[in-house]
């Protein structure tokens, strides 16, 4: 498979305040980023595709001034929830393209707006 | 469009019998295939995939699925569960076109009882 890394693994924040999370591709190069959220006990929710280099592609109804996401590198793209409220509280989770075929993910972000 | 259905919400069975956790799908062209397990608060686990070839496929942790094209559908099984299979299960599809992400279903609690 492929090892994929996030940080911070969880993150409580005030209600305003912007919170970045990294989702690192270890063990091999991912030209295409995948952004998901997963609120509690509900499916995973594709939120935006990301290619190396060019502006991410958001699925509809996503707020893209929002939801900064930036594919900088072929190891390490960004998730940026900016002016966080407690409705932006969630769950989630990278998927950097595909290893033969398959998709993997990252561990999760949880992430709390208080 | 792509879609996917797990049409139970939780899947009960004692530890020892069979289970079946269902998904049926719709998708323009061929179907990728997937099974994803989560554990509570953690990524996606990759359980197995159906890209081509034969209908029965086998994955992590002795399962398994069938690919039937006719009934567009894709369960998943195992044939004598554990209760450490206790989990959330995803199945998931998309096309076999280059950057298009994977569609979820809603998911299904597994839970097996002693």
């Known amino acids: 498979g492929a090892v994929v890394s996030q940080h911070p693994s969880w993150v409580i924040c005030k209600s305003g305040t912007s919170v970045k999370i990294e989702c690192r591709s270890l063990d091999f190069q991912a030209t295409t980023m995948f952004w998901y959220r997963q609120f509690p006990k509900q499916s995973l929710m594709l939120m935006a595709t990301?290619?190396?280099?060019?502006?991410?592609?958001?699925e509809q109804g996503v707020e893209k001034d929002k939801f900064l996401i930036n594919h900088a590198s072929l190891t390490l793209s960004t998730l940026t929830v900016t002016s966080a409220h407690p409705e932006d509280s969630s769950f989630y989770i990278c998927?950097?393209?595909?290893?033969?075929?398959?998709?993997?993910f990252g561990p999760g972000t949880r992430l709390l707006v208080l | 469009a792509q879609s996917v259905a797990q049409p139970e919400d939780q899947v009960n069975v004692a530890e020892g019998n069979p289970l079946t956790v269902k998904c049926t799908y719709s998708?323009?062209?061929?179907?990728?295939l997937f099974w994803y397990v989560q554990y509570p608060n953690r990524g996606l686990q990759f359980l197995l995939k159906y890209i081509t070839g034969d209908n029965l496929v086998k994955g992590s942790y002795g399962f398994e699925a069938e690919f039937n094209k006719s009934q567009t559908s894709f369960h998943l099984k195992k044939p004598s569960a554990l209760v450490s299979d206790s989990a959330l299960y995803f199945c998931?599809?998309?096309?076999?076109?280059?950057?298009?992400?994977?569609?979820f279903g809603k998911g299904t609690t597994l839970s097996v009882s002693s």
């Open positions: 998931a599809v998309r096309d076999g076109q280059a950057g298009t992400a994977l569609i």
């Open positions: 998927s950097p393209d595909y290893v033969q075929e398959t998709q993997y």
């Open positions: 990301s290619n190396e280099g060019s502006k991410a592609t958001y």
């Open positions: 998708v323009s062209g061929n179907p990728y």
